[in-house]
Nanobody, 125 residues
Framework: QVQLAESGGGLVQAGGSLRLSCAASGRTFSDYVMGWFRQAPGKEREFVAL????????YYADSVKGRFTISRDNAKNTVYLQMNSLKPDDTAVYYC??????????????????WGQGTQVTVSS
């Protein structure tokens, strides 16, 4: 079992920044690909970003590329999402997730084994 706990959400004006954190406990953190997803009211959960087990590889949704940065610190069992140039469309509950899968397709939420409870991000215009 892996327990995930997000923090860092809040209310920010458009153009501002937030840094989300996700602390993991349980099994070996570096065994998992970590992802961030988000879900806005009335919409499906969507992929935001993922990072490889070592942190050497990252992948982003087109909607956040160039504005968001995912990183991880395996010594601290924590994954981060730095969000800059925020837009009202970024308003959502943000979830971190852990996947034990290997290979492609990891932008698919179904590939993730463990999920956090989510943290609300609200961007005002």
């Amino acid at each position: 079992q892996v327990q995930l706990a997000e923090s860092g959400g809040g209310l920010v004006q458009a153009g501002g920044s937030l840094r989300l954190s996700c602390a993991a406990s349980g099994r070996t953190f570096s065994d998992y690909v970590m992802g961030w997803f988000r879900q806005a009211p009335g919409k499906e959960r969507e992929f935001v970003a993922l990072i490889s087990r070592t942190g050497g590889g990252t992948y982003y949704a087109d909607s956040v590329k160039g504005r968001f940065t995912i990183s991880r610190d395996n010594a601290k069992n924590t994954v981060y999402l730095q969000m800059n140039s925020l837009k009202p469309d970024d308003t959502a509950v943000y979830y971190c997730a852990a996947s034990s899968r290997i290979g492609v397709g990891l932008a698919d939420a179904l590939q993730y084994d463990y999920w956090g409870q989510g943290t609300q991000v609200t961007v005002s215009s």
